[in-house]
C-alpha cells in the first residue's frame, strides 16, 4: 500500500502533521520507533515513570556518543550515553515536557540582523517573520488547549497576539505567585503570568477524551494521565486517528530514506519492526520529525550511507539547545506554615522577561521562570545526596551519606519549601555543537549511531551566569534563605534540543527552504525544531507546534490542496 | 569521519565550574544503571525479599555485612526517621540482584565494594564481617571509599538503590506502610499504582 503521506516521529513535530494532514483527508502513515502505552496507566509512580527505561531505549542497543573537547588532551572524549532519548514512546518527548508555552518575540526571527554576528557563532535569520507565524501560536493554543491570563505590559515584553485572550483560564496558582507580582512591583519589573499547556477546564467538545489537571506537580518528565498536558499523544494523535485516516506503527525504526536515481525524491522509507523485519513504505511526501539529533542522524545515514538533502553539508551543524541555568531558595516552613497547604497548588507560573536582551551583551539576556521543586522524592533525595554536596575529590562530588544525609532530607523536605528559578538563554549555533554519524558505534540493528559534539559559546555561559545572577538576586529579595545555584554545565540541556537541519533561502547555507521542505529533495520536509536556525529565549515545544502546522498547510499546497480552517 | 584534531576556542578557566568534570562520572554511573535494563518483554516483577527469609542471590554470609553498610549509608531511626534497615532495604537489594532489569555492571560495581570493604575489615579489624564493627569503624572504611572515583561511583550506585527503597511506591516492594513517606511529609501523587509488581503495558 502506498501513502500519501508518511511521517517519521510522532511528537509534536510529527504528531501535529499527522493529525493536521489526515483531517484534510490525506491517507497518512504515522511510524514511531518506541513503544505505545495507555494513556491510563501513566499513573504517578517515580520507578515505573522516571527509574526504568520506559521511555527511552537501552544504551547497550542504542548509545548516542557524546562528545566533549579535552583541552589537554587535544581530542575529543567520547562517552556512551541515552541521555538524549527523553521521549521514546508514542506522543515523543512532548509526553515529557513541562508544557511552559511563551511564544518567541518577533526580533528572535531576525537574530543576526538585529543583533549581529559575532565571533565563532552562526548567527542567522529566519527566513519568515513573526507574523508568518502567529496565527500558528494562536491555532496551538485553541488545538492544544494553553491556559493563560493576558496583563498589561509594556510593548517591548508583551506578545503580539491575534486573539485577545487565551482559549481558557489559567490553572490555579501558589501562594508564591502573588508574591512574585508583589516583588516584581517593588523592583520595577513585571510579572507575566507562564501560559502552560495543561488544561484548566475539561471541555469534551473542545479537547475531546482529556480532562483537567489534577494538580499533583507531576509535568515534567512525567506523562500525563488525565492528558490534561498538551502532548503530541493526547492533544493530536487520537484526533488523527478519528480521521480514519491516519494509520499508526510503533515500534517502527526508520533506518533509512530512499531517493530515485536523480537524488531529488524519497521514494522509500525503510524500517526494522517489532520484529526486526526490514519493512518498506511508499508515499508522496514524507515528514521526519525523530527530534534534533535523530532527524539528522537519519538523514546523514539515508541512502546506503550517502544521505539525503546535504548538499549543503549543513545536515547535523548547528546544533542548539537553551543557555540553561537554575538556582533556588528556601523558606521557612514554621514561619510560613500556610505554606503546608499549598501543596494542592503546585503551579507558580510566573516568568520575568525584562532581562529578555540586554545592551552590553549582544544575544544576551533571556527568561526567568519561577517554579515549585519537583515532587519526586527519589530524585529530589539523589541530588541532595549527590550534587548539592559541596566537597569534590578527584573531580568528583563526594556524596553526603548517613547521619549528615538524613538531617539533609528531614531539612529539605519538612523544614522548608523552596521557590526555584530556571534560565531559558540563547544558545549560539557555533561549528563545534553539531551531529554526526559516530566512524564505528553502531545500534542493534547495525546503524551508524549519532555522535553529539557538544560545545557552549563563551556568550552562552557567561550569559547563563548573568541571568542566574538576575534570579538569585531575586529570590533573596523575597527574602529566600540559603539562595545558591546548580552547576552550570555549559552542555546541552538534554530536554532542549533544536538545529542540526535549519531553514533559509539558500540553499548553500540551509537545508530546508522556509516552508522546511528540503532544498534538494522535493517531497521531504522536517518538522522537528531541526529547522530552527536559532532558539530564542524560550522552549521550543509551542514553537515547533507552530511551526509544524504551518508547514502542514505548506504540504497540502504542495499536494494541489487548499487547507482548511480548522477551528 | 570525526577529525579528532579540531578544536574548537579554549574557554577561559572560569568559565565552567568544576562540578562540570564530575557530570561525566554520574553519567558513566546512570550508563552503567541502564545498561542491563530488559526490554519489556523481558521483564519481570520485582519481589523484595521478606526480612527474616533467607536471601535468594546475596551469599548467606555476605547478606549480613552487606545489610550493616546500607544501615550505615542511611543509618534506621525507627518509624519516624527510617533507614535502610528499616525498610528491609537487603531485601530489595536481593530482589534488584535477581532483576533482570537491573545491569550486571550496577550488581558488580556493589559487589566489588562490598568485597573491598571486607577486605579492608579484614586487614584492618581481623575479621570479613563489617557488621561485627562498631559504627564508628565501618564509618572510618566506608569513610575510604571516597578517595577515588570507583568508591565514589559504588557509593552513589548502592545509595540510589537504597533511596529508591526509602522513597519509592510500596508497590515495589519498599517503603513499608509509606513508613518513608510519612518521614518526610510526602504526599505521592495520584492515581497511584495498587498492583505489586505493576508495570507499563505495551500496546500493539
Redesign the interface.
Known sequence: MSYDVCVIGSGAGGGSVAWRLSSQGYKVLLLERG????RT?F??????QQ????F?P???NEPII????D?QA???KD?????FYNGTLLGGSSELMSGFFMRLKPHEFKARSAFGQIP?ANVADWPISYDDLEPYYDLVEKLVGVSGRIVDLPAHIADKRSSPDFPMPATREHWFSEQIDKACKGQGLHSIPLPRAVLSVTDNDRWPGRKVC?Y???CGSYAC?PGAKGAAGAAFIPRAEATGNCEIR?RAMVTELVTDASGGRIVEARYIDRDGKIQSVKAGTFVVACQAIETARLLLKSNGGKGVANSSGQVGRNFISSAFGAGWGEFDLKQNPHLWKE?DNPFINRIVQDYYTRPDVRHGGGTLNFLLMH?N??NA??YQ???DSTE????????V???A??DK??H???EVEHLKFEVFGNWLP???CRI?LA?KQKDKWGQPVA?VKQ??H?VT??NAKWMIERGMNFLKSMGAKKVRQA?????PSTNLLAGTCRFGDDPKTSVLNRDCRAHDVDNLYVTDGSFMPTGGRVPFTFTIYANALRVSDAIVKNLGGTPTKPV | ??D?????????RR??????????????V??LW???????ARRRRIEPTPEGTPLRTIPAEDGPRLAAVLD????S?GPK?P?ARDVNAIGYFDALFVND?ISDNVQALILWGLDKLKRQAQSAHGTPDLQRLDAAKL?AL?KGM????DG??W??AT??FV??C????P??GGNPNEI??K???????????LTPG???????
Open positions: 513503544p505505545r502505552y495507555k496507566d499513573l504517578k509512580d517515580e520507578v515505573i527509574r526504568r527505561p520506559n527511552r537501552l544504551i547497550k557524546k562528545q566533549s573537547y583541552f587535544k581530542q575529543w562517552e556512551r550515553t541515552t541521555v565563532n489534577d499533583n506537580g507531576y494521565h510503533t501543596k515532587p522524592p527519589i533525595s539523589t545526596a549527590f550534587w569534590i575529590r578527584n573531580g568528583e562530588r563526594v556524596p551519606w548517613g547521619q544525609l538524613k532530607l528531614a529539605y523536605f519538612t557555533n561549528d563545534w554526526e566512524p555522535q560545545y557552549s563563551a555561559v557567561k552547576p552550570v554545565w555549559g552542555t | 569521519m570525526t579528532r584534531s579540531e578544536a574548537p576556542p579554549r574557554p577561559s568559565t565552567l565550574v568544576k562540578g562540570a568534570v564530575a557530570g561525566a562520572g554520574i553519567a558513566t546512570a550508563g541502564f545498561e542491563g535494563f530488559g526490554d519489556p550505615r549509608l542511611m543509618p531511626g526517621s533507614g532489569e564509618d566506608i571516597e578517595n577515588d572515583r565514589i561511583r557509593m552513589r545509595l540510589e533511596i529508591e526509602l522513597f519509592g511506591d508497590v515495589h518513608g513517606w518521614w518526610i511529609r510526602h504526599r505521592p501523587g495520584t492515581p497511584r499504582p505493576w508495570k507499563l503495558e505495551e500496546q500493539p
